[in-house]
Nanobody
C-alpha cells in the first residue's frame, strides 16, 4: 500500500490542523494505521494508532485529549485532527500502515510494526 500525507502547515499555538493520509492499493480496512512525528534533532515518536476497522485507537500521552485519529475505509483515508496545538508539536508528521488489521500490546507504538510509510508533512506551531 502506498501512502500520501497532506495537510501540514504553520499555525499559532492554540490553533488546529487536520492531517490526511490517502492510501492506494488494496482493501484499506485490512491495514492498521498510525501517525508518528519527528521533531528536529529528536527521534521519531508515536502519536496515534487506529485499527483497521476503526474500532480501536490509542494515543501518546502528550497528545491525548487534543488529537483525534479517524479513518474512512470507503475513501481509503486516515485523518489526524490536531487541536490546541503547542510549539512542542512542531515536527514532520508521518502516516504509516501495518499489514495487520490490529496491533496489540506494545506493537502499536513501535515504528517497526508498520510496513508502509508516507512521505511526511511538516507542522510548525509558533508561540
Amino acid at each position: 500500500v502506498q501512502l500520501q500525507a497532506s495537510g501540514g502547515g504553520s499555525v499559532q499555538a492554540g490553533g488546529s490542523l487536520r492531517l490526511s493520509c490517502a492510501a492506494s492499493g488494496r482493501t484499506w480496512s485490512n491495514y492498521a494505521a498510525g501517525w508518528f512525528r519527528q521533531a528536529p534533532g529528536k527521534e521519531r515518536e508515536f502519536v496515534a494508532y487506529i485499527s483497521g476497522t476503526g474500532g480501536g485507537t490509542y494515543y501518546a500521552d502528550s497528545v491525548k485529549g487534543r488529537f483525534s485519529i479517524s479513518r474512512d475505509n470507503a475513501k481509503n483515508t486516515v485523518t489526524l485532527q490536531m487541536n490546541s496545538l503547542k510549539p512542542e508539536d512542531t515536527a514532520v508528521y508521518y502516516c504509516a500502515a501495518s499489514f495487520r488489521r490490529y496491533l496489540s500490546g506494545s506493537n502499536y507504538y513501535t515504528g517497526a510494526s508498520y510496513d508502509s510509510w508516507g512521505q511526511g508533512t511538516l507542522v510548525t506551531v509558533s508561540s
